[in-house]
């Protein structure tokens, strides 16, 4: 258990439609990344928080949101869902912004219809 | 894109065997050069990483050799075993003040009995 949790763990949603997922970074952890995993497909960084602010941003769809709240978790809102969109989401976090090591949540896998 | 290629996609090695999985990478900026195990159906998590400062690293039955000049860096599973079969990723950070990773697309590696 990396102390990383995600909300939900599975999520099944129609096309058009909006959906929020959520992350509880590790105690102590200021930084919060979020990844997309397709099927057969690598990590796609899509963006960074550290303390709540945006640090980086990756390769995220502008239907896409994030941000990190006072306490420090985080949302990611995906919205006008399209099938493509289908894939798992992590969640990481780190002490820092720097080379600090990611300790990565479970996942949250979106199913679009 | 800073892109990171990696090789093979996928991977069988008899138990005892070594399996090899390279990456190249492109940006010579990228100074943090992790790897990481994933099981299915959980998070990757942080094996083993290496800082371009040194050609090699080795942790129990994983070693990463690291070629500057060459902008490649590989892991070294030596005496796979079954308990080893996971899909790895290598990545490349770009420390910059903020932590920006570039996965690789993934081996899966199989250790058959």
């Known amino acids: 258990d990396s102390g990383v949790t995600q909300t939900p763990k599975h999520l099944i949603t129609a096309t058009g439609q909006r959906v929020t997922l959520r992350c509880s970074p590790r105690?102590?952890?200021?930084?919060v990344y979020w990844y997309q995993q397709s099927l057969d497909q690598g990590l796609q960084f899509l963006i960074q928080?550290?303390?709540?602010?945006?640090?980086a941003k990756g390769n995220i769809l502008e239907r896409f949101s994030a941000q990190q709240f006072p306490d420090l978790h985080s949302e990611l809102n995906l919205s006008s869902l399209e099938l493509g969109d289908s894939a798992l989401y992590f969640c990481?976090?780190?002490?820092?912004?720097?080379?600090?090591?990611?300790?990565f949540g479970p996942g949250t896998r979106l199913t679009v219809l | 894109q800073q892109q990171v290629k990696q090789s093979p996609q996928s991977l069988i090695v008899q138990k005892g065997g070594i399996s090899i999985i390279n990456c190249a990478y492109e940006?010579?900026?990228?100074?943090?050069f992790p790897w990481y195990q994933q099981f299915p159906g959980k998070g990757p998590a942080l094996l083993i990483a290496?800082?371009?400062?040194?050609s090699e690293k080795k942790e129990g039955r994983f070693t990463i050799s690291f070629n500057k000049s060459a902008k490649q860096f590989s892991l070294h599973i030596m005496d796979s075993q079954p308990g080893d079969s996971a899909t790895y990723f290598c990545?490349?950070?770009?420390?910059?003040?903020?932590?920006?990773?570039?996965f690789g697309t993934g081996t899966k590696l199989q250790v058959i009995p």
């Open positions: 105690s102590g952890d200021l930084s």
């Open positions: 990545a490349a950070i770009y420390s910059g003040g903020y932590q920006k990773v570039t």
């Open positions: 990481a976090s780190s002490v820092d912004g720097g080379r600090g090591e990611q300790f």
């Open positions: 928080y550290y303390n709540g602010e945006e640090r």
């Open positions: 940006n010579t900026a990228f100074d943090y």
């Open positions: 290496i800082r371009p400062d040194v």
